[in-house]
């Protein structure tokens, strides 16, 4: 098969072709981090130049023009995905970040996940009030970790624009915990 990154795409939907393309560089891993968990591993995407490159360029394409003034990584994937967008659409990246992470005055927020709960946290003056910020991460599962984010940035005053996820799970219901948002994933299991 030919690859598909370099032809042209829609920039809020993939072909059949580039969906099958990207989906040979997601790994099932049984079992992990517990039994009962089939943990999709974007390990092989992020090592292929290619696949990376794709990844990045359609979201940059999809939010181009979005007037986005921060992108919001959620540790840690989301740093991988949303640094380089930033990048891209010339504006700064803000991370949120697991409890004790940050050196500054922080907000927090408990969360529960689909295996146990976590804190998050923000620096106090990571956006300020009224910025237009996407938010990035790799994947939507419960969409309790995506909440708790969405919680600390309404705190912080900022305009969520749009949540962005290389995938999502769409079993485990993650965007029933997200209403009233606008919701985009590449891929779908």
């Known amino acids: 098969m030919s690859n598909p990154a370099t032809t042209d795409f829609q920039p809020s939907a993939l072909t059949p072709e580039q969906t099958t393309w990207l989906k040979q560089f997601i790994r099932d891993v049984p079992d992990y981090p517990q039994p009962g968990i089939l943990f999709r591993d974007i390990t092989p995407l992020l090592q292929h130049g290619g696949a990376l490159h794709f990844v990045i360029d359609l979201l940059a394409n999809r939010y181009r023009g979005a007037r986005i003034d921060q992108v919001v ?40 996940l689909e295996y146990g709960s976590n804190v998050l946290e923000i620096h106090t003056d990571a956006v300020k009030p009224g910025q237009r910020v996407l938010v990035v991460d790799d994947l939507l599962a419960t969409g309790g970790t995506t909440a708790g984010t969405v919680q600390l940035l309404t705190k912080l005053g900022a305009q969520v624009v749009s949540l962005a996820f290389l995938i999502e799970l769409t079993g485990l219901g993650g965007r029933s915990q997200l209403p009233g948002q606008d919701v985009f994933a590449l891929l779908a299991y």
């Not at 840690?76 to 409890?99: E, M, N, Q």
Request: charged fraction near 20%; hydrophobic fraction near 35%.
């Open 73 to 112: 990584g959620i540790e840690s994937r989301g740093f991988i995905f949303g640094t380089p967008l930033a990048y891209i659409l010339g504006t700064g990246f803000v991370p949120v970040r697991k409890k004790g992470k940050l050196p500054a005055e922080t907000y927090s927020i408990q969360y529960d």
